[in-house]
């Protein structure tokens, strides 16, 4: 154990001058939140998903490949109830295309999307009955790695977060999209739409902003994380 390391550390996995964790959930979400980790993405020094899990009340973190199914996911036990694949909403990875008037989707929104990726025309009514939004967490090709080895994504509600500014991130980590929101930021995004509540996203960002300011403070920049140093 490294000195001055707390005996109990957070399970965000940081060094303790970068957990920005809030004592509490800082969101009592009603939609609920599930982070499909890929396990590269876990020892990130500046992910997202284990400081995601700690603001909303309900979020759980899966780390892995792949699952059989959406409840399999959820790690359900066998006594739960399925949950309903109709309910569930993904993030999903393409960008949108212009919807039928031609006309390019609104900044900083949630667009529902048909299978070609193509906006549906009743966005209300697509986003009405979602309970619950699935995200893929990692780089791009580890995020379309998750995509294609769980093919019962393609069965959930295909939206997409259209970014009204590039991420927080800055130059603290390299994407090869150049929009690319962080799994928490594309999240705050969705969940301010579906849970109709603008505050939601910046509560959610207030403590990411506050992980990237101590990062640029200190010099560090988004690398693997020396998993000896985690406990
Ligand atoms: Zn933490």
């Not at 809030?22 to 020094?45: F, I, M």
């Not at 990692?138 to 769980?150: S, V």
């Not at 991420?167 to 999240?187: D, I, K």
Request: hydrophobic share 40%; charged share 25%; proline share 8%.
């Amino acid at each position: 154990m490294l000195e001055g390391t707390p005996s109990d550390p957070c399970p965000c996995g940081r060094p303790p001058a970068l957990c920005v964790c809030p004592p509490a959930p800082v969101v009592d979400n009603e939609v609920t939140v599930l982070v499909l980790q890929h396990p590269q993405e876990q020892d990130r020094v500046l992910g997202t998903a284990g400081l995601l899990s700690r603001v909303l009340a309900d979020a759980r973190v899966t780390v892995g490949l792949s699952w059989r199914n959406l409840g399999h996911a959820l790690r359900l036990g066998t006594q739960q109830r399925a949950p309903d694949a109709r309910q569930w909403a993904v993030l999903y990875l393409g960008a949108t295309h212009l919807d039928a008037g031609g006309r390019r989707p609104e900044r900083g929104s949630l667009v529902a999307l048909d299978r070609v990726g193509a906006p549906l025309a009743d966005q209300a009514a697509a986003l009405a009955g979602i309970k619950g939004l699935v995200a893929l967490d990692g780089n791009w090709a580890q995020a379309k790695a998750l995509w294609w080895r769980n093919p019962w994504l393609t069965r959930l509600q295909r939206v997409v977060v259209v970014p009204d500014a590039p991420s927080l991130y800055g130059s603290l980590r390299r994407e090869a999209r150049p929009e690319a929101l962080s799994t928490l930021e594309a999240v705050a995004l969705a969940l301010a739409t579906l849970e109709h509540d603008p505050t939601v996203r910046d509560r959610i960002l207030a403590p990411f902003r506050e992980l990237i300011r101590r990062a640029r403070a200190a010099g560090i920049r988004d690398s693997k994380r020396d998993r000896r140093s985690r406990r």
